[in-house]
């Protein structure tokens, strides 16, 4: 090779689309049934390991749910992945306990209803083999703490029943005895002259006593740490702990606080958007979330579509951020449903903390921190909607929150979409995947053929891609879509590619 030759790097093929298929289901509906309102699955978190999976529903109840895999061969399930050793099953989960997280409530001071329905459930480090997370309703914040206690029982007495004579000749015996003062009985003869007692004859009375056994049995117990309360005006929308295990935030519309987890009458106000006149209100905080690694990093969404990442070492009121992350308006595009749609109802960091997905009504949006001129990937979730925007704004659904989530390699991300579809892309490098999954036991029954086209990039520097629009309003088999059954909550697990999904009242757990 001459020493002028240009080393060429070989272009790296982008993953394979996955194919998903259906592991699970939990509290699945019978044909016609009637969904309980209180039922509704509103919240869905995967813990740090993926060993354990939390629901929260409109009923103010946390289920909990286990993974029953992760042992073969006696080896924990991530050595044997390392080894490369073949691993036949998926995961699979099994209901562990469930718990009353929130009650409903009434503010008298402002005649408000504040009802139970868990906004976010967010897992704790563990420690001590017990589990620790926060859940949150609109106002009021809790830490659980969910462990094993040995069931403790009383089981016989100490004495043989038919033996002890003398409880028994008390107890049967109906003439009253006579007896002196401070309960002495003059049957006894004491001798107190010494250590001496003499009792009469048969010996020593006998006593019976309890005895508390811990049998191997083992309950779980679910038992409230701290509650943090009365410092949100508004709804609460976010809650996320930070990297440091010892400190978290909560937002709502226009403030987001600081809590200590050991401290819960105190917290610090680092976010502020409330304006000193209320009509000047422009726009409102959707979303928060720390960064994964750096503790004193945190990202939050607002409803004119822009995200704006903070640093806290900058100063104790974070009125201004580090940066600011929005996708310039295309011209001659604005109409009045514009403001609507940009809102963001989501953002979630990537595990490496590189990058920021979002959520707005029409698409998923993946942001690199470290270019601020626009998204690196655009998705169109269901572009099939954007004629029909006039009617989903008379019957509200233009307001649903969709949430969205990455995969623990970061290669993909995923949403909820209306008649309990999600959607699935490839955000890697070339990758065209973009794959649309019912929340069903065939969850590739409503596959569209038609393959994705990424556009050609809309700028020499920054990789942007614009996929998923080729669903249309009516799939494959013909089937119209149906806007009352909206998958607005999914998980993706944090190190396979498995993802939970709540329609109404069940949970649907995919492999692929």
């Given at each position: 090779m001459n020493g002028g030759d240009e080393v060429v790097a070989a272009p790296v093929d982008p993953p394979q689309p996955l194919d998903w298929k259906f592991s699970q289901v939990f509290g699945e509906r019978t044909a016609g049934e009637e969904v309980q309102e209180v039922d509704i699955i509103s919240a869905i978190e995967f813990d740090k390991t993926g060993d354990h999976l939390a629901t929260g529903d409109r009923g103010g109840r946390v289920v909990l749910f286990e993974r029953t895999d992760t042992k073969d061969h006696g080896v924990p399930r991530r050595d044997l992945e390392r080894m490369e050793y073949p691993i036949s099953r998926h995961p699979e989960f099994r209901y562990k306990t469930e718990f009353q997280s929130h009650e409903p409530e009434f503010d008298y001071l402002k005649s408000l209803e504040i009802e139970e329905k868990i906004n976010k459930i967010r897992w704790c480090q563990a420690a001590n083999g017990a589990l620790f997370l926060l859940s949150t309703n609109d106002k009021t914040i809790k830490f659980w703490k969910v462990q094993e206690k040995k069931v403790k029982k009383i089981s016989d007495m100490n004495l043989d029943p038919s033996k002890a004579v003398g409880n028994a000749s008390i107890a049967s015996s109906s003439a009253p005895k006579p007896s002196i003062a401070n309960g002495g009985s003059p049957d006894r003869s004491y001798n107190t002259s010494g250590n001496d007692f003499s009792f009469p004859p048969g010996g020593l009375p006998s006593l019976r006593l309890p005895v508390v056994v811990t049998s191997q049995e083992t309950n779980l117990v679910a038992r409230c740490r701290?509650?943090?309360?009365?410092?949100?005006?508004?709804?609460?929308?976010?809650?996320?702990?930070?990297?440091?295990?010892?400190?978290?935030?909560?937002?709502?519309?226009?403030?987001?606080?600081?809590?200590?987890?050991?401290?819960?009458?105190?917290?610090?106000?680092?976010?502020?958007?409330?304006?000193?006149?209320?009509?000047?209100?422009?726009?409102?905080?959707?979303?928060?979330?720390?960064?994964?690694?750096?503790?004193?990093?945190?990202?939050y969404s607002s409803s004119k579509g822009s995200i704006?990442?903070?640093?806290?070492?900058?100063?104790?009121?974070?009125?201004?951020?580090?940066?600011?992350?929005?996708?310039?308006?295309?011209?001659?595009?604005?109409?009045?449903?514009?403001?609507?749609?940009?809102?963001?109802?989501?953002?979630?960091?990537?595990?490496?903390?590189?990058?920021?997905?979002?959520?707005?009504?029409?698409?998923?949006?993946?942001?690199?921190?470290?270019?601020?001129?626009?998204?690196?990937?655009?998705?169109?979730?269901?572009?099939?909607?954007?004629?029909?925007?006039?009617?989903?704004?008379?019957?509200?659904?233009?307001?649903?929150?969709?949430?969205?989530?990455?995969?623990?390699?970061?290669?993909?991300?995923?949403?909820?979409?209306?008649?309990?579809?999600?959607?699935?892309?490839?955000?890697?490098?070339?990758?065209?995947?973009?794959?649309?999954?019912?929340?069903?036991?065939?969850?590739?029954?409503?596959?569209?053929?038609?393959?994705?086209?990424?556009?050609?990039?809309?700028?020499?520097?920054?990789?942007?891609?614009?996929?998923?629009?080729?669903?249309?309003?009516?799939?494959?088999?013909?089937?119209?879509?149906?806007?009352?059954?909206?998958?607005?909550?999914?998980?993706?697990?944090?190190?396979?590619?498995?993802?939970?999904?709540?329609?109404?009242?069940?949970?649907?757990?995919?492999?692929?």
């Open positions: 701290r509650v943090y309360a009365h410092a949100h005006d508004y709804h609460i929308n976010s809650v996320s702990n930070n990297s440091d295990g010892e400190t978290f935030i909560s937002a709502d519309d226009l403030r987001i606080n600081l809590w200590n987890l050991e401290i819960s009458n105190q917290s610090f106000n680092i976010v502020d958007v409330k304006p000193a006149n209320m009509e000047d209100l422009t726009e409102v905080i959707t979303s928060a979330e720390f960064h994964p690694t750096h503790c004193n990093m945190l990202a704006r990442l903070i640093d806290l070492r900058q100063s104790a009121l974070c009125d201004s951020h580090a940066k600011l992350f929005e996708e310039p308006e295309a011209p001659g595009s604005r109409s009045f449903f514009t403001e609507i749609i940009a809102s963001m109802s989501d953002i979630k960091f990537a595990k490496d903390g590189r990058y920021i997905l979002s959520r707005d009504y029409m698409t998923l949006k993946l942001w690199d921190i470290n270019m601020d001129a626009g998204p690196v990937a655009t998705f169109q979730v269901h572009e099939y909607l954007r004629p029909k925007l006039c009617d989903l704004y008379e019957n509200d659904s233009i307001f649903d929150k969709f949430e969205c989530c990455l995969s623990g390699d970061g290669l993909r991300v995923a949403t909820g979409s209306y008649s309990n579809l999600f959607r699935v892309f490839g955000c890697a490098p070339g990758s065209t995947e973009a794959t649309t999954l019912e929340a069903s036991k065939n969850p590739m029954r409503r596959q569209v053929q038609t393959p994705s086209r990424p556009s050609r990039s809309l700028s020499s520097i920054t990789r942007v891609v614009r996929r998923g629009a080729e669903i249309s309003g009516v799939d494959a088999n013909g089937n119209s879509f149906d806007f009352t059954s909206k998958l607005l909550h999914l998980a993706w697990h944090p190190t396979e590619n498995s993802i939970a999904c709540a329609a109404a009242n069940s949970l649907y757990m995919y492999y692929a």
